[in-house]
């Protein structure tokens, strides 16, 4: 059978998917096209490190990806070996590791920002995917035997977030007109999946056409993922990537993905979609600059900012005035002391399941909250001082400590004032407040109880908050400076068919 014909070679770059990634996840894919020193017959952008080619080029093929794509970490890479091994990633890659001292696993995941998961491929399916509230993603390295071994199932779960609330994205991968396999291969995937016989298209006796990217849909739909895109390319007949097929030696490019942190290197490329439906190629030209938020909650929380769900981060990114409507239901303590506090800290009245209102002015010096609860207003105002959040609310000023544990912003009491006077710290442990997101809805608890007053006030409820609103952290325009002091957080032929097996190596 004749070899198809190439497709042009792209000068443009890298690909960046046109997909519904959520707020804050980034993902690329490189091509031959990009910057790199390799000769032929890498040339010229190899990335791979054991595929014969000079450690010296793919190291300086790598940093000049991590330049060209303002990655704000080096990927972490790993030796792929056809398996269905995970790599958890707590650390950025180092790029005077010996390639042998790279963590032999198929797929990476992270729920770090800045860490940057990264597979290696050329005709083998990279698979990238990212949870709904854009707080997890992963890479996935799949060739027949990591599909059939269950890679895919295997980095499915160590994602917290349900298959349904998650998104995958197929990449760039050999397609089934150009992927000849014998009988071993489609047995193995029938065994478990009889169904998978709609990937397989006889040629010759004891061999298939087999559409991998078919494969993965099945087992990504078994597994209750519904929301699935890319897929479509060809690797062997696509001269913008490596193909171990159609020519050998050759060199390796990467499928990347990771959640961006919320002071973004300038020059990352903007993720805008493509009008062409796949991919958008870019340029070095395409590069602007990102500038970071001063906004109060995205300064104080840094990087753990963007593990918050869609509903929240929109909420604490939001600038100039905001209003918004919900639901809430209030409980109030019955001592007299308790009654007295209420008071004081200006604390609304009982009432379920009632109507509720929220204003929030902010800008880079603080926000001020006006709550409308029924008819009863409570406002306060927060700024940030020493890496803490400081909310005054009537007569009491209360100092928080932040932190994001499992999607959620917690507000944990640091210290309190009263007119200025310091109170005991521990009277307060009972102060803390919690948002979320559920449903598609923010979501918010807050509960004060004292030693002696016993329960203060407990009140929850929810808020419709747009998620697609302000999701991206702006500089101030007026350039305002704290007003409270600085914050100091400060067979092998080549051609496409007549080969049986897979026909590829490790890291392929």
């Given at each position: 059978?004749?070899?198809?014909?190439?497709?042009?070679?792209?000068?443009?770059?890298?690909?960046?998917?046109?997909?519904?990634?959520?707020?804050?996840?980034?993902?690329?894919?490189?091509?031959?096209?990009?910057?790199?020193?390799?000769?032929?017959?890498?040339?010229?952008?190899?990335?791979?490190?054991?595929?014969?080619?000079?450690?010296?080029?793919?190291?300086?093929?790598?940093?000049?990806?991590?330049?060209?794509?303002?990655?704000?970490?080096?990927?972490?890479?790993?030796?792929?070996?056809?398996?269905?091994?995970?790599?958890?990633?707590?650390?950025?890659?180092?790029?005077?590791?010996?390639?042998?001292?790279?963590?032999?696993?198929?797929?990476?995941?992270?729920?770090?920002?800045?860490?940057?998961?990264?597979?290696?491929?050329?005709?083998?399916?990279?698979?990238?995917?990212?949870?709904?509230?854009?707080?997890?993603?992963?890479?996935?390295?799949?060739?027949?035997?990591?599909?059939?071994?269950?890679?895919?199932?295997?980095?499915?779960?160590?994602?917290?977030?349900?298959?349904?609330?998650?998104?995958?994205?197929?990449?760039?991968?050999?397609?089934?007109?150009?992927?000849?396999?014998?009988?071993?291969?489609?047995?193995?995937?029938?065994?478990?999946?009889?169904?998978?016989?709609?990937?397989?298209?006889?040629?010759?006796?004891?061999?298939?056409?087999?559409?991998?990217?078919?494969?993965?849909?099945?087992?990504?739909?078994?597994?209750?993922?519904?929301?699935?895109?890319?897929?479509?390319?060809?690797?062997?007949?696509?001269?913008?990537?490596?193909?171990?097929?159609?020519?050998?030696?050759?060199?390796?490019?990467?499928?990347?993905?990771?959640?961006?942190?919320?002071?973004?290197?300038?020059?990352?490329?903007?993720?805008?979609?493509?009008?062409?439906?796949?991919?958008?190629?870019?340029?070095?030209?395409?590069?602007?600059?990102?500038?970071?938020?001063?906004?109060?909650?995205?300064?104080?929380?840094?990087?753990?900012?963007?593990?918050?769900?869609?509903?929240?981060?929109?909420?604490?990114?939001?600038?100039?005035?905001?209003?918004?409507?919900?639901?809430?239901?209030?409980?109030?303590?019955?001592?007299?002391?308790?009654?007295?506090?209420?008071?004081?800290?200006?604390?609304?009245?009982?009432?379920?399941?009632?109507?509720?209102?929220?204003?929030?002015?902010?800008?880079?010096?603080?926000?001020?909250?006006?709550?409308?609860?029924?008819?009863?207003?409570?406002?306060?105002?927060?700024?940030r001082r020493n890496r803490r959040l400081c909310e005054r609310l009537g007569l009491v000023t209360f100092r928080f400590a932040l932190r994001v544990d499992r999607g959620a912003l917690r507000w944990q009491v640091d210290s309190v004032r009263a007119l200025g006077i310091?109170?005991?710290?521990?009277?307060?442990?009972?102060?803390?407040?919690?948002?979320?997101?559920?449903?598609?809805?923010?979501?918010?608890?807050?509960?004060?109880?004292?030693?002696?007053?016993?329960?203060?006030?407990?009140?929850?409820?929810?808020?419709?908050?747009?998620?697609?609103?302000?999701?991206?952290?702006?500089?101030?325009?007026?350039?305002?400076?704290?007003?409270?002091?600085?914050?100091?957080?400060?067979?092998?032929?080549?051609?496409?068919?007549?080969?049986?097996?897979?026909?590829?190596?490790?890291?392929?």
């Amino acid at each position: 059978m004749a070899e198809p014909p190439l497709a042009a070679p792209s000068t443009a770059g890298a690909l960046l998917p046109d997909f519904a990634w959520p707020p804050g996840v980034r993902a690329a894919v490189t091509t031959r096209g990009m910057p790199g020193v390799s000769p032929s017959p890498f040339d010229a952008c190899n990335l791979g490190a054991r595929c014969g080619d000079a450690p010296a080029n793919v190291a300086a093929n790598r940093a000049a990806l991590r330049e060209f794509l303002a990655l704000p970490s080096e990927p972490v890479w790993l030796r792929q070996v056809h398996g269905t091994a995970v790599e958890v990633l707590d650390l950025p890659g180092n790029p005077a590791r010996d390639a042998h001292d790279d963590p032999m696993a198929d797929a990476a995941y992270s729920d770090r920002p800045g860490l940057v998961c990264a597979v290696q491929t050329a005709d083998c399916l990279p698979l990238l995917i990212a949870s709904d509230d854009g707080g997890e993603v992963a890479a996935v390295h799949a060739g027949w035997r990591g599909l059939a071994a269950g890679v895919i199932e295997a980095t499915l779960a160590r994602f917290r977030a349900p298959p349904q609330r998650l998104r995958v994205w197929l990449g760039p991968a050999i397609a089934a007109t150009s992927y000849e396999v014998g009988d071993e291969v489609r047995a193995a995937f029938l065994e478990r999946d009889p169904g998978a016989t709609e990937a397989f298209t006889a040629t010759r006796p004891g061999h298939w056409l087999c559409d991998l990217y078919t494969l993965a849909r099945r087992r990504l739909q078994s597994a209750g993922v519904g929301r699935v895109g890319g897929g479509g390319l060809d690797t062997f007949t696509d001269a913008r990537f490596y193909s171990h097929r159609r020519e050998r030696p050759t060199g390796r490019f990467a499928s990347l993905i990771w959640i961006e942190p919320v002071a973004p290197p300038a020059g990352r490329h903007d993720g805008s979609s493509s009008p062409a439906g796949l991919t958008q190629e870019y340029s070095p030209a395409t590069t602007r600059p990102a500038s970071r938020s001063r906004l109060v909650f995205p300064t104080l929380l840094g990087d753990a900012f963007a593990r918050l769900p869609p509903t929240v981060r929109a909420l604490h990114l939001a600038r100039g005035l905001s209003r918004y409507h919900g639901r809430v239901t209030i409980r109030r303590g019955g001592s007299a002391l308790a009654r007295l506090c209420a008071l004081v800290t200006g604390m609304p009245p009982a009432m379920s399941d009632a109507p509720l209102g929220v204003d929030i002015r902010a800008t880079g010096r603080s926000e001020e909250w006006t709550r409308h609860f029924d008819g009863h207003r409570m406002r306060s105002r927060l700024w940030r001082r020493n890496r803490r959040l400081c909310e005054r609310l009537g007569l009491v000023t209360f100092r928080f400590a932040l932190r994001v544990d499992r999607g959620a912003l917690r507000w944990q009491v640091d210290s309190v004032r009263a007119l200025g006077i310091p109170l005991p710290a521990r009277w307060f442990r009972g102060v803390r407040a919690r948002e979320w997101e559920s449903e598609g809805r923010y979501h918010f608890e807050v509960a004060a109880a004292l030693p002696l007053a016993g329960e203060l006030v407990h009140y929850a409820g929810w808020l419709a908050v747009d998620p697609h609103r302000n999701t991206t952290p702006r500089a101030d325009e007026d350039g305002e400076e704290e007003i409270d002091g600085p914050d100091d957080d400060g067979d092998d032929s080549g051609s496409a068919h007549h080969h049986d097996g897979d026909g590829f190596d490790a890291d392929d």
